[in-house]
T-cell receptor
Framework: SQELEQSPQSLIVQEGKNLTINCTSS?????LYWYKQKYGEGLIFLMM?????EEKSHEKITAKLDEKKQQSSLHITASQPSHAGIYLC???????????FGKGTKLTVNP | DSGVTQTPKHLITATGQRVTLRCSPR?????VYWYQQSLDQGLQFLIQ???????AKGNILERFSAQQFPDLHSELNLSSLELGDSALYFC???????????FGPGTRLLVL
């Protein structure tokens, strides 16, 4: 079965700093999703990547899918307290619409 | 706001009881997905419905069942509840063609 490993598990940064979260898959990724979750709340869709080498940006968040399609990174530039939360990567299990998720990365941004 | 609604927001019940969680998908979405999020297991896929028909099943317990109605809303029924069923239950919806799944706010279930 496909597994996603996220690193780091948690991250504490000062406001204004850049940071990167990684998501590594045990199998080829056919669709990689990034979501953000505030504690105990719903998941907010951030971005979806499908093609190897693809890169997408939204405001100060950039996500990339590597050429071999087994790893994705999420980069936040000039972090703000509003970026705090749990970032989850999710991948479609090949040939289905089931999403498997990593355990999440908890981000704290100190003002 | 994702456009996916879930009720109730919170539910507290006792072991052995049965509860029903409700989900209304985004307008135009035909597919509904149910996920369970717990501290030890993380976010786990339970089941998917597409236009009223079951399309995919994950590690859903036999005590759990779901259905999607003609108006496309879905219900997840949990019976013979155990302490370990306490979790956040999310519903997501999509067009059903592998497109982005949008999640609802979740139902927090506490079994005492």
């Amino acid at each position: 079965s496909q597994e996603l490993e996220q690193s780091p598990q948690s991250l504490i940064v000062q406001e204004g700093k850049n940071l990167t979260i990684n998501c590594t898959s045990s199998k080829t990724l056919y669709g990689l999703y990034w979501y953000k979750q505030k504690y105990g709340e719903g998941l907010i869709f951030l971005m979806m990547l499908q093609k190897g080498g693809e890169e997408k940006s939204h405001e100060k968040i950039t996500a990339k899918l590597d050429e071999k399609k087994q790893q994705s990174s999420l980069h936040i530039t000039a972090s703000q307290p509003s970026h705090a939360g749990i970032y989850l990567c999710g991948a479609l299990v090949g040939g289905s619409e089931k999403l498997v998720f990593g355990k999440g990365t908890k981000l704290t941004v100190n003002p | 706001d994702s456009g996916v609604t879930q009720t109730p927001k919170h539910l507290i019940t006792a072991t052995g009881q049965r509860v029903t969680l409700r989900c209304s998908p985004r307008s135009g979405d035909l597919s509904v997905y149910w996920y369970q999020q717990s501290l030890d297991q993380g976010l786990q896929f339970l089941i998917q419905y597409y236009n009223g028909e079951e399309r995919a099943k994950g590690n859903i317990l036999e005590r759990f069942s779901a259905q999607q109605f003609p108006d496309l809303h879905s219900e997840l029924n949990l019976s013979s509840l155990e302490l370990g069923d306490s979790a956040l239950y999310f519903c997501a919806s999509s067009l059903g063609d592998g497109s982005t799944q949008y999640f609802g706010p979740g139902t927090r279930l506490l079994v005492l």
